[in-house]
């Protein structure tokens, strides 16, 4: 039997504020429903959760809460937890997640991919420069400066502070790239190293509103009609990738008939919370076991319906 520690970055703060309430929302479920899925695996006995003391977030006799507060910091709980093993998940925001990686990994050990895989991903400078260097697909920097582009933060998450402008013109904090009009997609994928197994290829659903990009919803297993292609993009991105491990998140869009990365995001996305009900129990127990085990089940998960999310 194995224990997990499950550590998500807002709702692990001692103190909230809600700046953002609609990535606090996301945050919250997302991370519900990835402790349903630890519970769910018969060879857990303990899950072990640092929240806040004034949320509100699932009971069962197999989950364990550590609260913090004002008076209690997630650092002192790190340092007095049990050393068993930590999944963990925090946004690009502000380089939010690589600190939050390291501070953890000062007390508990990791389940999750290399700090050089979490620092070079989390810039999306420095992802076009790996893509670009390793000859994979991508959408890069701006080639002209005459033109539709999009702006977006070198450290960002999802679409939050996304823009189109008709000038080149952007801040030091962000990278202008060609305005795009294809399909737009992610997929997950689960990894151990350069091993990998295709989860979910998902199709996103994208508006405008006033020249800012924003990602309304997704379609989870939406693009399954183009998973070859897309597991030959997976490939092609583990094969010169060292350290992956876990579910990585990968954004896509298609442009003339091949589809390219936009970012590469090494935790758990907004995609999963549509892999139990669409995927199953079985692709659910995979990626569990990963994380308990470090054993990677090579089988590829099949479809049983699509899902349409749309974000609150």
């Avoid at 990686?101 to 050990?109: M, T």
């Avoid at 679409?159 to 790239?177: D, H, N, P, W």
Wanted: with cysteine; charged share 25%.
């Amino acid at each position: 039997m194995n224990d997990i520690i499950i550590l998500e970055y807002f709702t692990s703060k001692s103190n909230i504020a809600l700046e953002n309430k609609k990535i606090f929302l996301e945050a919250v479920g997302l991370i519900e429903n990835i402790i349903k899925s630890f519970l769910l695996n018969k060879n857990v006995n303990k899950v072990f959760f640092v929240q806040n003391s004034k949320l509100d977030i699932l009971s069962h006799k197999r989950l364990f809460k550590i609260y913090t507060n004002k008076n209690n910091s997630v650092v002192s709980i790190l340092k007095n937890l049990p050393k068993k093993n930590v999944v963990f998940i925090a946004p690009e925001i502000m380089n939010i997640s690589s600190n939050f990686q390291k501070k953890i990994s000062k007390f508990l050990p990791l389940r999750h991919s290399d700090i050089n895989i979490n620092e070079t991903f989390s810039s999306k400078e420095r992802t076009i420069q790996f893509l670009k260097k390793n000859c994979i697909n991508h959408i890069g920097k701006a080639k002209k400066h005459k033109g539709k582009f999009v702006i977006k933060p070198i450290y960002g998450a999802g679409s939050l502070a996304v823009r189109i402008s008709r000038k080149y013109s952007f801040r030091k904090t962000e990278i202008i790239q060609d305005y795009m009009t294809g399909t737009k997609g992610s997929f997950s994928m689960l990894c151990n190293n350069k091993k990998f197994v295709l989860i979910s290829c998902n199709k996103q659903i994208v508006k405008i509103f006033d020249d800012n990009i924003i990602q309304t919803g997704i379609i989870i297993g939406g693009l399954e009609n183009e998973r070859s292609e897309i597991k030959s993009l997976a490939k092609k991105i583990c094969n010169v990738t060292e350290g992956f491990f876990g579910l990585i998140g990968v954004d896509i869009i298609k442009q003339n008939r091949k589809w390219h990365v936009l970012e590469i995001n090494p935790r758990f996305t907004s995609s999963y919370n549509g892999i139990l009900e669409c995927y199953g129990k079985r692709t659910i127990h995979q990626i569990t076991n990963l994380y308990l085990t470090k054993n990677l089940i090579l089988d590829e998960p099949k479809l049983l319906k699509t899902k349409r999310i749309i974000f609150s």
